[in-house]
């Protein structure tokens, strides 16, 4: 079945590095996806990863993906105020739908 | 102006009032989706449409309909409102032609209360 887990908060100082992480258990999974969802707004695709890819890197983002252990991680580096916000990981199976985690609530204090 | 609108923004309705949720995009997409986010438990998928005359159920179908009366409007219904369908509501949009990685566009969602 389809089931995706993220830790429900993270908190950070300003500067540092976050790492949001995320188990899921669907092994057909072809893509994963970060959203990021500001406050009072929908979700917005932050990055992606194939599952035939091991890292993704974008700007000060990276994506690691372990499929052994079916596990995903978004790192955000020298992380800002900015950056607060609930970060969702999501699988999908051919791009038909996606299933979404229960989301990572960010808070990065000063 | 939103390439995805979702009306109302917010509603506060009574229990057992039928209410409507509309999703119109402007983005062309041929698939629409209507999740429910409630704290702690995510966004669970309701419905899902990948064109005008395909409809599915998603894994929290029951209490909702839906109608795609057009490529570009895909509304919601609650037919008898109940206290646990109090959530915020988004629709969402993909494009299966155009995109190979199934990136999905929300609309800003709609807030439900039902008392």
């Known amino acids: 079945g389809e089931d995706v887990e993220q830790s429900l908060f993270l908190s950070v100082r300003e500067g540092d590095s976050s790492v949001i992480n995320c188990t899921y258990t669907d092994s057909s999974s072809t893509y994963l996806y970060w959203y990021k969802q500001e406050p009072g707004a929908g979700l917005q695709l932050l990055t992606y990863?194939?599952?035939?890819?091991d890292m993704k890197q974008d700007q000060r983002l990276t994506v690691l993906l372990n499929k052994k252990d079916k596990h995903l991680s978004l790192r955000i580096a020298d992380t800002q105020t900015g950056d607060s916000a609930i970060y969702f990981c999501?699988?999908?199976?051919?791009?038909?739908?996606?299933?979404f985690g229960t989301g990572t609530r960010l808070q990065v204090f000063p | 102006d939103a390439d995805v609108t979702q009306t109302p923004r917010n509603r506060i309705t009574k229990t057992g009032k039928r209410i409507m949720l509309e999703c119109s995009q402007t983005?062309?997409?041929?698939?629409m989706y209507w999740y429910r986010q409630d704290p702690g438990l995510g966004l669970q998928l309701i419905y899902y449409?990948?064109?005008?005359?395909?409809?599915n159920k998603g894994e929290i179908s029951d209490g909702y309909s839906v109608s795609r009366q057009a490529q570009a409007k895909f509304s919601l219904s609650l037919e008898s409102a109940i206290p646990n369908q109090t959530a915020l509501y988004f629709c969402a949009t993909s494009d299966s032609r155009g995109s190979d990685t199934g990136e999905l566009f929300f609309g800003e969602g709609s807030r439900l209360t039902v008392l």
């Open positions: 983005k062309g997409h041929d698939r």
């Open positions: 990863i194939f599952s035939n890819m």
């Open positions: 449409s990948f064109d005008v005359k395909d409809i």
């Open positions: 999501a699988e999908s199976l051919y791009t038909d739908k996606l299933i």
